[in-house]
């Protein structure tokens, strides 16, 4: 292949980039299709788009393509794979075939004797016995809990911060995150206009002191955080930090939003840091990440005092998350299906970060044994964009650091999801075939 070859296709693409055949924020057409038209080879056109990524006129997103570049929003990072041949290390869910048969038996028993009440609009964000039972999910693993009044219902965590962000603040305000955080966060201040600030972190997550510097120099109304497995870091916050940050949330003038989602992974109980200030702090828990992200299944606790504020604002977005949902949810959190299913989860991804932690012992990593994911501080011979693309080509789908913060460099990280691929073997696989590729050069290895 000749280099003038791929920097001619380059030029026609950019040609069409700036003339407004290819708009801002559109897919590119798929190398083979391109390359048909073009008559080249989707090598050349894969070579041209990786020289117009590096003139940031394009942005490649694993599994879903290359984007002219314009706006770029920050969901994109929320993968999925597009051939039954990619490994999947992107998308952060629970391994499913574990969890099939035990959601149909559920289903099959909510909806066999499905009472007409469940079929019907309701008052209140959510039926008694779902918020019960969510009580009963969040209490199991560190929140202190009594009164199921408190409990709301929401279509996924993902709805429930996209709620309070609604209910408390306003656009412009600002809101505190982890140094790096869970994208979806940064896509809900993007879309709402809010500011971010990211506030530093150790091995301990967010630090107290930082928090009370930024609650001061920046005023953000909430701060938000992952005070288990925290994505993408995977750091989980001892107690005694978590005590350290809710005493510098009890002074401040902010509110607490914790997303404790992975909560479920922790290997001993840690209260939740919402225990320590429940007049000022809204927990998070949802059923995603134990048994199906298809549920949609999440519980908001709030303050007493704000109940009704955050049940106006669900009955305003969504009316109310789907009863039919939340009865297998109910169904199997009462059953104790759904604890057996968490554990199950949490076994498969110890087993994982025991063989996946082992390859990678060159390499500086962060997780916990019971961790989905692991963060990995990548070599200097590789730049973490090119380190993604590289490996897409090789079907490997990891997330690059740049996803997890507003500053897209950073960091120079990847993160791997170890449960999303369903078969042992061929995470196994997958697995070795990632730390081959840390350890190749950047040269040795672009197809590009
Ligand atoms: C920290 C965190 N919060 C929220 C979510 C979204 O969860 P859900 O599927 O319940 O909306 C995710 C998903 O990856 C996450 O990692």
């Known amino acids: ?39 080249t080879t989707p090598t050349t056109v894969s070579k041209a788009y990786k020289l117009l990524a590096e003139k940031n006129k394009v942005e490649s997103f694993i599994g879903r393509g290359t984007f002219v570049c314009g706006d770029s929003e920050l969901e994109t990072v929320i993968q999925a794979p597009e051939d039954d041949a990619d490994y999947n290390f992107s998308i952060l869910q629970p391994c499913l075939k574990h969890n099939v048969l035990p959601l149909q038996a559920a289903f099959q028993k909510t909806y066999a004797t499905l009472p007409s009440e469940l079929l019907g609009y309701i008052e209140h964000s959510g039926h008694l016995a779902h918020r019960q039972a969510g009580m009963k999910w969040a209490a199991e693993f560190g929140l202190s809990v009594s009164d199921p009044e408190q409990i709301l219902l929401a279509s996924g965590a993902q709805n429930a911060l996209e709620i309070l962000i609604q209910t408390y603040t306003k656009p412009g305000d600002c809101i505190a995150v982890e140094a790096f955080t869970y994208p979806g966060m940064l896509s809900i201040a993007n879309l709402l206009g809010r500011r971010i600030v990211e506030v530093p972190m150790d091995d301990k997550g967010m630090c107290p002191i930082a928090l009370k510097q930024t609650i001061l120099s920046d005023k953000p109304k909430v701060v938000v955080i992952v005070p288990s497995h925290q994505n993408p870091t995977g750091v989980t916050m001892p107690k005694a930090r978590r005590e350290a940050i809710a005493k510098v949330i009890r002074a401040g003038d902010i509110w607490l939003l914790e997303d404790d989602i992975y909560g479920f992974l922790n290997e001993t109980i840690i209260p939740a840091i919402s225990n320590y200030i429940p007049e000022k702090s809204f927990h998070i828990t949802s059923l995603s990440k134990a048994i199906s992200p298809a549920l949609r299944c999440a519980f908001i606790k709030a303050p007493k005092s704000e109940v009704r504020r955050v049940g106006a604002c669900i009955r305003t977005s969504i009316w109310l998350a789907s009863p039919l949902n939340f009865a297998v949810a109910t169904q199997l959190i009462n059953s104790g299906e759904a604890f057996a299913m968490a554990n199950k989860q949490k076994q498969l991804a110890t087993q994982r970060q025991t063989f996946a932690t082992k390859q990678f012992g060159f390499l500086v990593c962060s997780s916990q044994p019971t961790s989905y994911h692991v963060w990995i501080q990548l070599p200097e011979h590789w730049r973490q964009e090119h380190f993604v693309m590289e490996a897409k080509n090789q079907q490997l789908l990891v997330s690059s650091g740049g996803y997890f913060s507003q500053q897209s460099d950073k960091s120079n990280h990847i993160r791997l999801s170890l449960m999303a691929i369903d078969d042992e073997q061929r995470f196994q696989q997958g697995i070795v075939l990632l730390a081959d590729l840390i350890k190749g050069g950047q040269g040795s290895h672009f197809l590009f």
């Open 1 to 39: 292949m000749s280099d003038i070859k791929f920097r001619q296709i380059a030029e026609t693409i950019e040609a069409r980039i700036n003339t407004g055949v290819y708009p801002a924020n559109t897919k590119l057409p798929p190398h083979r299709v391109l390359a048909d038209e073009l008559e």
